[in-house]
Each structure stands twice: as structure tokens, then as C-alpha cells.
């Protein structure tokens, strides 16, 4: 029966998409800097969450190990940030996982300079082999980090690897802290920079949301050069079709969109996978149903937006004060609102629709505030977005009826 069919979509932060549309540039920008033999160019992936940059990492990993690299890494937490001893290990036991597999003699240990070679024993090049290098150097921890990166590199060189990818998704969690003397982010890129002038192949594949880019850039402008900068956005037209047409065509599913759903989904989604994935998981989950029930449901619009606005966007909102609000909303009143925008247009729109309009010096403050929220970034020229993707239309939705002159009190 129908209903014995798994629904093949998969929103959800990380999830695999039952089909990946789209990202043939992408994937050849990435190619293309596995391609180097000395590393001049890392990857910076970045876009707005829900865009499909982790999944686009993910299937990554397995071009670069067929092409002859190794792949190491994880997600950055913020605990990684607090010193730069945490990044250090965060590295060597990420390294740790492709090096153990590795023994080193004890000849071979007293080459590199490296313990008393007391005992005879070959030794796995383990997480505890790395860290008690690490100990023994002399230095600052980019000293240190740097030593045992060349030395692994010895190591890895011998078998005919072209190189290491140190892959870290939501990298923006990565900060200098010039309070606590603590430079985790400046020590990352001088490491790599360092290595890789000596002819080391160990690339830094880093991915997160927009203000990535601009930190690394902050902590080190020779980042500016060093990071080959790959955006990711909405689909097109086109691959959003393939997004949702594929995976029901690959599970021989009883049912199938019409042209005229596809593209009602098409449209709800704008072309963004997360709601791709969301908003055909919900209507495949009422057609199945309906499908026994023998009758044809057509898209329904308004229940599913709500329950998108419930599930997405109204967690997010319901964290605003009315100030906030009221600013959102006189940015979704722009022409330009899914693209960036100026204080200056804030200021100009807010004069118009609301009754007590906001100074630039009012503006700035609360853009300061909603990027510390998550809801928007300024990009290094300046200028802000949206931070969550369709922002501006659920703000236009949340000030329907009458809204506009509760917001022009708040
Ligand atoms: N190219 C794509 N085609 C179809 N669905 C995708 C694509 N990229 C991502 N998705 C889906 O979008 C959602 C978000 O992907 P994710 O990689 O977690 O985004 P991000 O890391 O940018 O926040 C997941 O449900 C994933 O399955
Ligand atoms: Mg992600």
C-alpha cells in the first residue's frame, strides 16, 4: 500500500539530501583547489543556514580521498575558541584519527628527534604520541602546532598521499579573545600559512555562516589571499525542480508532483534547501494519506507556511523585543529586503512607515543587537542581510492585520 513508503526527504541541519541539486560549480571551484600541488589557495564555504553548506562538505570528503588526500576534521565548537591549547588538541586529535594507523620504530623516533627510544617497540602515531611532541617543543603554541604538523607531514609524505584536508564546518565559532590573551584564530591561520610556504600540502577547508569570511580577514588580512571564497545561495529554478522532482522519481513513489505543485513549491521554497526539504516532506506526508483516500490534494499553501512559520521562523521572532521587530519590519518593506541593505535605506524607509521613525544612530544600535541575535549580518562593506533566509516575508506576515500601527507604537 502507499502508505508503506518511506517519504524520502530530509530537512534537518546536516541531513543528507535524498537528491543534491545543483552545486556542479561549486564542486569544481573544489576541485580545482585539490588540484594544487603547493597550497596558495584554501576554501572558505559560506552562506546562510539552512543553505546546504554542511552537506555540500560532506559529499566533498569522499572527491578529495578518491583524488589522494587525506580528510581530517569536525565542527568547530565555541569551546575550541576558549584557548588556543583547545585548538591545538582539537587539531592533533582530529590528526590523530588518519596518523595512528602509523607506527613509528624506535630508530625512527630518535631520528625525529623525538623520545628516548627506550623501548625497542614500534610505536602507533597516536593522539598520545602527537600531544607528548607537542609538550616536548619549545615555543609558543604555534611553535609547537607547526612542529608536529611537519612531522606528520614527513610521516604521511612517505605513502604517496598528495596532501590533508582539515575540513571545519561552523567555523564562524572561531574568535581571537584579546581580553583573555587568547588568539585560537590568528594561531589556525599562521600555522597554515607557515606550513604551507614550506611546501606542506595540509589545505584548510573551512565552512560557515557569512560573517566567517570577514572574521578571518579581522584576525589576519593575509587571509584576504589566502582563501579561495565559495558562496553558496538558493538553487536555481531548474535544480530546485530536480530538488523536488528526483528523490519521489527515485523511490518508484505511487505519487508524483505536477508541474503545476512543483512549482508552487518551487515558489514557497525560494529555491532555498531547507525549505525544499521541509515543504515537500510535509505535502508527500499528506499525500500519502489522502492518496488512500483516493482524492487529489493540490498544495495547501496556508497550512503549510504556518506550520513553516511555526517551525522555523517563530522561535526566532518570539526572541525580539518590539523594537527589534518594528526594524525588521521597516526592512521588509524594502525593495532590496533578501539582498543587503543600508542603514541609510532603514532610515529613509522608516520615515515613511512608521510614526516615530528611527535615527541612524537607533538603527545601528539595533542592527548591533540582531546580529548579536543571529537574525542579521553585516557584511564587511557595511552593509546587512538578513541572516535566516524568507525572513522578510514572515515579517510581512506577522504585521497582517493592524500590525503596522501596533508597530508604529512600540
Ligand atoms: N543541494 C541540495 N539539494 C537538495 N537539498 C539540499 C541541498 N543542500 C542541502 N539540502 C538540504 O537542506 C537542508 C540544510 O542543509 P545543511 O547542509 O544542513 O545546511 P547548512 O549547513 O548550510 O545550514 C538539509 O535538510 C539538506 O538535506
Ligand atoms: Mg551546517
Not at 110 to 118: D, K, L, P, Q, R
Not at 250 to 269: K, M, W, Y
Not at 332 to 352: K, P, T
Not at 374 to 399: C, D, E, T
Request: net charge negative; with cysteine.
Amino acid at each position: 500500500m502507499a502508505t508503506n513508503f518511506t517519504n524520502p526527504f530530509k530537512p534537518g541541519a546536516g541531513h543528507m539530501p535524498p537528491y543534491l541539486a545543483g552545486r556542479g560549480e561549486e564542486e569544481a571551484q573544489f576541485r580545482r583547489l585539490l588540484s594544487q600541488t603547493e597550497i596558495l589557495e584554501n576554501l572558505v564555504l559560506t552562506g546562510l543556514r539552512g543553505v546546504g553548506k554542511t552537506v555540500l562538505l560532506e559529499t566533498f570528503k569522499p572527491l578529495a580521498i578518491k583524488e589522494g588526500w587525506l580528510w581530517v576534521g569536525t565542527d568547530l565548537s565555541e569551546a575550541v575558541s576558549v584557548s588556543e591549547q583547545n585548538l591545538a588538541l582539537r587539531i592533533m586529535t582530529d590528526l590523530a584519527a588518519v596518523t595512528s594507523a602509523y607506527h613509528l620504530n624506535a630508530g625512527e623516533r630518535a631520528e625525529v628527534g623525538f623520545g628516548s627510544a627506550t623501548t625497542p617497540l614500534s610505536q602507533p602515531v597516536n593522539f598520545k604520541f602527537l600531544a607528548s611532541m607537542f609538550d616536548n617543543e619549545p615555543g609558543l603554541v604555534t611553535d609547537k602546532l607547526k612542529a608536529v604538523l611537519e612531522f606528520v607531514w614527513t610521516l604521511i609524505s612517505t605513502t604517496g598521499r598528495k596532501g590533508i584536508v582539515f575540513a571545519y564546518d561552523e567555523a564562524q565559532n572561531l574568535s581571537d579573545n584579546a581580553q583573555k590573551e587568547q588568539f585560537p584564530l590568528s594561531v589556525l591561520l599562521d600555522v597554515f600559512q607557515s606550513i604551507q610556504r614550506k611546501g606542506i600540502p595540509f589545505m584548510l577547508a573551512l565552512s560557515g555562516l557569512p560573517t566567517l569570511f570577514p572574521k578571518l580577514v579581522d584576525a589576519r588580512t593575509f587571509a584576504e589571499r589566502m582563501f579561495r571564497v565559495v558562496s553558496l545561495h538558493q538553487l536555481s529554478r531548474s535544480d530546485c525542480e530536480a530538488a523536488i522532482t528526483r528523490p519521489v522519481a527515485d523511490a518508484q513513489s505511487p505519487i508524483s508532483f505536477s508541474a503545476q505543485s512543483v512549482a508552487i513549491i518551487a515558489e514557497l521554497s525560494g529555491g532555498y534547501p531547507y525549505f525544499i526539504q521541509f515543504i515537500c516532506r510535509e505535502v508527500y506526508d499528506l499525500w500519502i494519506q489522502r492518496f488512500d483516500a483516493g482524492d487529489d490534494p493540490g498544495i495547501p499553501i496556508v497550512e503549510i507556511t504556518r506550520k513553516l512559520d511555526t517551525d522555523f521562523f517563530a522561535g526566532r521572532w518570539a526572541k525580539a523585543t518590539d523594537r527589534q521587530r518594528a526594524l525588521m519590519w521597516v526592512i521588509s518593506n524594502l525593495e532590496n529586503c533578501d539582498a543587503e541593505f543600508s542603514v541609510q535605506e532603514i532610515v529613509v524607509m522608516s520615515d515613511g512607515v512608521l510614526e516615530k521613525p528611527f535615527t541612524s544612530s537607533h538603527a545601528n544600535q539595533i542592527l548591533a543587537t540582531l546580529a548579536a541575535a543571529g537574525l542579521i549580518y553585516k557584511n564587511r562593506h557595511g552593509k546587512y542581510m538578513f541572516a535566516v533566509p524568507l525572513m522578510s516575508n514572515f515579517v510581512r506576515r506577522q504585521s497582517g492585520d493592524g500590525g503596522d500601527a501596533k508597530l508604529s507604537a512600540a
